[in-house]
């Protein structure tokens, strides 16, 4: 069973591949307006023109009545985990919620690692959704495995995966660009030489160095070592408060989270130190990707109606998601560690604030693969929460991951001669952020996907993904993946 293929969930056969969108407001994200009763016409992949008038008489293309609707460009999920399940069970899911790109963030270690992509795989699952055989978002990253240092996880993989001075460093850049990886994630324990080794070669290379800010290394020395992008607010928080300089020297630093040094985090937060981190990241155009589902997830793994999210997933799925959400409550279950997670959580937002006020480029990234597609908004609402205008919320999903690849030429904003990967909205994001999720149809890669085919993908994938037959593959994964 669990090598029997999954069906292929397909969108009905387009009768047209030139729409009309006509009366429609379009969200300017490059001059933070909306634009009124335009007519947008779009041919295959692309738009062809944005007019007050409407264009000239076209056979055979489909008229869409955009009255009291908005137009977005599609989204962008800039920290999502995909995995060999994925095109089956997530991204029908990603593009009925609007989410035409990810940026995957982690790489498979060996063929056994089946939570997780490849090269090859992610490959040949772009070319089968450029050619329409498959309904999903295009992936914009080769990502390496996560880059931990000296692991266990690593006895079956040469010995430079473990990175464990500037010689395997070396070795493992070149082991990465011979095999086509396009980024290095980076994780917690990598040791401080060899992260150092690590950047300066895969600048050499020209990959990305993106990931966690290793425990070893300041923020500001991982920024000005050339890492593109930063991962997770929490990190910076560890690093704007009086004993931020000790954690760095600490041996094994990630024992020392607990209840008592988020307390003192929190007590001892210090806004220069801050502003100091913040400044560099601006200066170097270094990313900053907050995810703050991941720490709002810590601050309500014990509540009831938050866990509601995950009733629709996979059962093998929703165990792995409680047995996270469990383990965070057993750290500490007491009032007070409770609290303190939730006094976490609202700090990481205050320090997204700060990070927008001082220019730092912010993506929005979900980082909750159990929910492909709906985290993003949940992310989205989040950053408007901490405080970011609607326009730059807005941005972190669309025109700044396409800046971000340096692909803002074709995508991330809505201009004639872009590509026509388009959400039309029924209500006004600009107004609430939230309205990003009332979606009335996604127009991606040649087709118009309306209301009834958005219901239908998510029926058809929810009925895959809770069937026997996705759990029984997964099952064998979880077994695969212990013998890494």
Known sequence: MVFYPLPQIALDEQAFHVYLIKNISVIDLENDTILPARNILVEGNFIRSISQN???????????????????????????????????????????????????????????????????????????????????????????????????????????????????????????????????????????????????????????????????????????AGMKSLEHAKFLLWESFSGADQVVVTANAGKIDNTHFRKRLLAEHDTVKLGQILETLAKNRTWYCPTHLTRKADAYADNARFRKRYEQINPILRFLSFEDLDATISEDSSADGRQIYMDFYLKSSQVSYQAYRQGVKILAGSDVPELPGSSLHEELEELSLAGLPPFEVLRTATLYPAQYFNLQSQYGSIKEGKVADLIILNTNPVSDVGHTRNISAVIFNGNYIGEAQIEALISQTNKLSNGILVSAKLLWAMLLTMTI
């Open 54 to 224: 409407e264009p000239e008489v076209l056979p055979n293309r489909q008229i869409i009545d955009g009255s009291g609707k908005f137009l977005l460009p599609a989204l962008w999920d800039m920290h999502a985990h995909l995995m060999h399940l994925s095109p089956a069970i997530a991204y029908p899911l990603f593009v009925a919620s609007g989410v035409t790109h990810i940026r995957d963030m982690r790489g498979a270690i060996n063929n056994r690692d089946l939570f997780a992509s490849s090269v090859s795989l992610t490959k040949e699952w772009n070319a089968a959704v450029q050619e329409g055989k498959l309904i999903g978002p295009w992936v914009h990253s080769y990502s390496s495995f996560a880059v931990e240092g000296p692991h266990p996880m690593f006895k079956r993989s040469p010995h430079y995966f473990n990175c464990s001075n500037g010689q395997e460093a070396k070795m493992l850049i070149g082991h990465l660009k011979a095999h086509e990886f396009t980024q290095v994630k980076i994780y917690n324990n990598i040791p401080r030489q060899s992260f150092f080794a690590l950047a300066a070669q895969a600048k050499l290379a020209s990959l990305d160095v993106v990931g966690h800010k290793p425990y070893s290394v300041s923020a500001i020395e991982a920024s000005n």
